[in-house]
Structures are given as structure tokens and as C-alpha cells.
């Protein structure tokens, strides 16, 4: 018995120390997500040698907010992502690399204008390469 009340002790310890840093843990894990950020899981994405890859999904941004990505694993390979016009494919940022194990601000959006965006990525080796990570987009 004396187990389950330190446990539970520790347990309400935690959840306290989360809501006083404003800070939830993602279920998918590796990364900490704000409360103030919406993570959406890009799941296995695998990259050409050569050219590149969309993601699938399309993402509403309205004026002001930003998109990150978190590259959960890679092979320890990086990475290069941008955004695009969900229905045209332009460009809306430029390319931004990506490490395993980092977050990158990848766009901001400050057009005036909710855009319907996907991500473009792209491998920066001369093989193929499968990530998976996060997209988190902010702030709300």
C-alpha cells in the first residue's frame, strides 16, 4: 500500500510540474510539445536518392503561425523540408535542413492569408533515406 501512495505521489508531482511549465508530453515520444503547439506525426516518409517527396496531408495556416519540424529519426541522416502551396506546389519558405533529434522553424506564415500548405522534403545525401517526425504548428 505504502508503494501506491508514493507512486501516485510521484505521479501527481509530475503532472503538477507539467502544468506549471505549460508543457505536455507527446504520446508518440522524443519530443515535448507546448501547450500552446498542435504536433501532427509525419510517419515514415521515404526520400529519393534523387528529387523529392510530398507529404500527403494537408495543413490550414492562418495568418501568424508557424510550422516546425521534428525529425524523430532519419538513420542519423539529414534532412532538407520546405513548404508549398497545398493545390499549386510554389514555394512558400525556402529549404531548411533538419538533423535527427532536432526541431526546425521551417515557415511562418505572414502573408495576410490562411494558406492550404503540405511539406516537400528532400534528402540531402546521394541515397534514400526514411524519416519519421513531427509537425508542429503554432501558436494557439
Known amino acids: 500500500m505504502r508503494r501506491i501512495r ?9 503532472v503538477m510540474f507539467l502544468a506549471v511549465t505549460n508543457v505536455c508530453v507527446s504520446a508518440a515520444g522524443g519530443y515535448i510539445v507546448p501547450l500552446y503547439e ?6 515514415s516518409i ?9 507529404d500527403r496531408e494537408q495543413y ?3 495568418d501568424g503561425k508557424y510550422c516546425k519540424c521534428y525529425l524523430e ?3 542519423g541522416w539529414a534532412i532538407s523540408v520546405r513548404v508549398v502551396d497545398y ?6 519558405s525556402d529549404w531548411v535542413g533538419v538533423d535527427q533529434g532536432q526541431t526546425k522553424l521551417i515557415w511562418t506564415n505572414n502573408t ?9 522534403l528532400s534528402s540531402v545525401w546521394p541515397w ?6 513531427k509537425w508542429l504548428f503554432g501558436p494557439f
Do not use: C, H, N, W
Not at 521515404?46 to 510530398?54: E, I, N, Q, R
Open 46 to 54: 521515404a526520400m529519393p536518392a534523387t528529387g523529392t517527396v510530398y
Open 60 to 62: 490550414v495556416m492562418s
Open 87 to 92: 493545390y499549386t506546389l510554389s514555394p512558400l
Open 6 to 14: 508514493g507512486l501516485f505521489a510521484a505521479v501527481v508531482m509530475v
Open 112 to 120: 495576410g492569408q490562411t494558406k492550404y500548405i503540405r511539406f516537400e
Open 38 to 43: 498542435r504536433a501532427y506525426d509525419f510517419g
Open 128 to 133: 534514400s533515406i526514411r524519416a519519421q517526425g
Open 73 to 75: 529519426s532519419s538513420g
